[in-house]
Nanobody
Framework: VQLQASGGGLVQAGGSLRLSCAAS????????LGWFRQAPGKEREFVAA????????YYADSVKGRFTISRDNAKNTLYLQMNTLKPEDAAVYYC????????????????????WGQGTLVTVSS
């Protein structure tokens, strides 16, 4: 599976961006997907995840209520709607496919994700 993230850019604090992650190579319909981010000098961290059917979503506390993850399986595309952006949200955002697991805690575990996209840069000015 190849993943291509897009939609990053420069936005003022309080603004919004919508990230997309297009998958190719094989349908990701049956896989859980996630968004992670990495700011300069920091480790890559979990942002949000969604199960294959979109019935279950998971968020980091820092983005809960501001970000919304969604997917369109027909288009093989994952989305992250980011509202009320803060300077601390600035980072390179990555999408990834999670390995199959029945453990709901695994949605938050970066080690459970394979097939990373190349990342898209989000810059938030204060």
């Amino acid at each position: 599976v190849q993943l291509q993230a897009s939609g990053g850019g420069l936005v003022q604090a309080g603004g919004s961006l919508r990230l997309s992650c297009a998958a190719s190579g094989r349908p990701f319909t049956s896989y859980a997907l996630g968004w992670f981010r990495q700011a300069p000098g920091k480790e890559r961290e979990f942002v949000a995840a969604i199960n294959w059917s979109s019935h279950n979503t998971y968020y980091a506390d820092s983005v809960k209520g501001r970000f919304t993850i969604s997917r369109d399986n027909a288009k093989n595309t994952l989305y992250l709607q980011m509202n009320t952006l803060k300077p601390e949200d600035a980072a390179v955002y990555y999408c990834a496919v999670r390995r199959p697991s029945l453990d709901s805690k695994s949605f938050y575990d970066i080690k459970m994700y394979d097939y990373w996209g190349q990342g898209t840069l989000v810059t938030v000015s204060s």
